[in-house]
């Protein structure tokens, strides 16, 4: 197994058809350029390839949304100031996970991309979840 860091949109290092599995985790949110992103690890990606992306989305469950969205807007950016004398960066933080496609259309953005059997699953109430899809030629 071998580990590269890159960047996500460009993948000019890796063959095309040459990988099985793409990972990225609270990464892609990160990326100026979504669509070019995933077009990228469906081209690198092998027939059968298997795309799987963790990252923050939408709460889906009521209750834990407004104390989510509070300990998010309120909390966080101030354990931040506290720990790393940064609030700017942890409030960052916040606003760039409420900016992200919330979970289906994030799927659609995928199978845009070409992926086939794209699901998701939301974990501790949709906080993050898994987005999985399939190169299949």
Same mark, same amino acid.
Request: charged share 25%; proline share 3%.
């Given at each position: 197994?071998?580990?590269?860091?890159?960047?996500?949109?460009? $993948?000019?290092?890796? @063959?095309? #058809?040459? $990988?099985?599995? /793409?990972?990225?985790?609270? &990464?892609?949110? #990160? +990326?100026?350029?979504?669509?070019?992103?995933?077009?990228?690890?469906?081209?690198?990606?092998?027939?059968?390839?298997?795309?799987?992306?963790?990252?923050?989305?939408? =709460?889906? +469950? @009521?209750? $834990? *949304?407004?104390? /989510?969205?509070? /300990?998010?807007? #309120? +909390?966080? @950016?101030?354990?931040?100031?506290?720990?790393? %004398?940064?609030?700017? %960066?942890? *409030? /960052? $933080?916040?606003? %760039?996970?409420?900016?992200? @496609?919330?979970? *289906?259309?994030?799927? #659609?953005?995928?199978?845009?991309? &070409?992926?086939?059997? =794209?699901?998701?699953?939301?974990?501790?109430?949709?906080?993050?979840?898994?987005?999985?899809?399939?190169?299949?030629?």
């Amino acid at each position: 197994m071998d580990f590269l860091v890159t960047s996500a949109e460009d $993948l000019k290092d890796i @063959p095309d #058809n040459s $990988l099985d599995l /793409y990972t990225i985790a609270f &990464g892609i949110r #990160n +990326v100026s350029d979504r669509a070019k992103a995933l077009s990228e690890a469906y081209r690198v990606l092998g027939n059968g390839g298997r795309f799987m992306c963790l990252e923050f989305s939408e =709460v889906v +469950v @009521p209750g $834990l *949304k407004q104390f /989510y969205d509070f /300990y998010s807007f #309120n +909390v966080i @950016p101030e354990l931040g100031n506290l720990i790393a %004398s940064d609030r700017d %960066s942890y *409030k /960052y $933080l916040v606003e %760039s996970i409420r900016m992200f @496609p919330k979970q *289906k259309e994030f799927a #659609n953005m995928i199978e845009e991309a &070409g992926f086939r059997c =794209v699901t998701y699953t939301n974990l501790t109430g949709g906080v993050v979840a898994i987005h999985s899809g399939f190169k299949l030629n």
